[in-house]
């Protein structure tokens, strides 16, 4: 098993910045993609970026260009780095990591809201 635990949200104006990080422990060497997902009140998580064992980093259409996923190579800790925040991008981010096997892990989410 993997334990994730989340720090770095908070509350941001439009147009500004946010770094998230994600601090991994437990079965590491059993991890082969790490990332982030949001959640809204009364939607579903959705993928918000992830990278794989070989630094391959997949984004959801709606932060290409505003966000960038990085992870140590050791794979203990991943992190989000967040620009041009937009309101839409309020939620509670939920780091993620998946084992070989399909064993799924999540942290216990940080809240970031976008507002003036």
């Known amino acids: 098993q993997v334990q994730l635990v989340e720090t770095g949200g908070g509350l941001v104006q439009p147009g500004g910045s946010l770094r998230l990080s994600c601090a991994a422990s437990g079965r590491l060497f059993q991890v082969y993609n790490m990332g982030w997902y949001r959640q809204i009140p009364g939607k579903g998580r959705e993928l918000v970026a992830r990278i794989d064992s070989g630094s391959r980093a997949e984004y959801a259409d709606s932060v290409k260009g505003r966000f960038i996923v990085s992870r140590a190579s050791d794979k203990s800790m991943v992190w989000l780095q967040m620009t041009n925040l937009k309101p839409e991008d309020t939620a509670v981010y939920y780091c993620?990591?998946?084992?070989?096997?399909?064993?799924?892990?999540w942290g216990q989410g940080t809240q970031v809201t976008v507002s003036s």
């Open positions: 993620h990591a998946v084992e070989y096997g399909a064993r799924e892990n």
